[in-house]
C-alpha cells in the first residue's frame, strides 16, 4: 500500500504518540487541545493510513487507547528531517536574535488565545 500524504495535524498527533506507548483519545485531545469530536477524526484518518491501532484499554475494558504502529515509528524521524529543513528555508536567513523575536511573537498570540498544544518549539 502507498504511504498517503500526512497533514500538519497528523504529524502532531504522531509526535505526541511517540512520547508515550499507548494514550487514551480523551487525554490526547487535551494534550493537544482539541475536542473529543476533532480527535476523533484525527485517530480515523491516521487509522485509514495505517499509522495506528486502537485496542480496548487492559485497565478499563470499556475504554480504548491508540498505540503508534511501527510504521509511524519509522515514519516520524523522516517527518521531523522534513520540518527541520522547512524551518531551515523559512527562518534560516534570520539571525539568532530575529529567531528569538519572532518565537517570542508566536508565543505570546498563542498564549494570548489560549491555544494548546501548539507546536511552535
Same mark, same amino acid.
Given at each position: 500500500?502507498?504511504?498517503?500524504? +500526512?497533514?500538519?495535524?497528523?504529524? #502532531?498527533?504522531? *509526535?505526541?504518540?511517540? &512520547?508515550?506507548?499507548?494514550?487514551?483519545?480523551?487525554?490526547?485531545?487535551?494534550?493537544?487541545?482539541?475536542?473529543?469530536?476533532?480527535?476523533?477524526?484525527?485517530?480515523?484518518?491516521? /487509522?485509514?493510513?495505517?499509522? #495506528?491501532? +486502537?485496542?480496548?484499554?487492559?485497565?478499563?475494558? *470499556?475504554?480504548?487507547?491508540?498505540?503508534? *504502529?511501527?510504521?509511524? *515509528?519509522?515514519? +516520524?524521524?523522516?517527518?521531523?528531517?522534513?520540518?527541520? &529543513?522547512?524551518?531551515?528555508?523559512?527562518?534560516?536567513?534570520?539571525? !539568532? !536574535?530575529?529567531?528569538?523575536? /519572532?518565537?517570542?511573537?508566536?508565543?505570546?498570540? #498563542?498564549?494570548?488565545?489560549?491555544?494548546?498544544?501548539?507546536?511552535?518549539?
Amino acid at each position: 500500500m502507498e504511504q498517503q500524504g +500526512v497533514t500538519v495535524a497528523e504529524w #502532531v498527533a504522531l *509526535r505526541a504518540l511517540l &512520547e508515550k506507548d499507548e494514550i487514551k483519545p480523551s487525554e490526547l485531545a487535551l494534550k493537544l487541545g482539541l475536542t473529543r469530536g476533532a480527535i476523533s477524526k484525527l485517530i480515523d484518518c491516521l /487509522l485509514a493510513k495505517n499509522l #495506528v491501532s +486502537v485496542r480496548s484499554d487492559a485497565r478499563d475494558g *470499556r475504554a480504548q487507547v491508540i498505540i503508534l *504502529r511501527a510504521s509511524a *515509528r519509522r515514519l +516520524v524521524p523522516k517527518l521531523a528531517a522534513l520540518a527541520d &529543513e522547512n524551518d531551515a528555508q523559512a527562518f534560516g536567513h534570520l539571525d !539568532q !536574535q530575529h529567531q528569538a523575536f /519572532l518565537l517570542a511573537t508566536l508565543r505570546a498570540i #498563542v498564549d494570548r488565545l489560549g491555544i494548546r498544544g501548539a507546536p511552535i518549539d
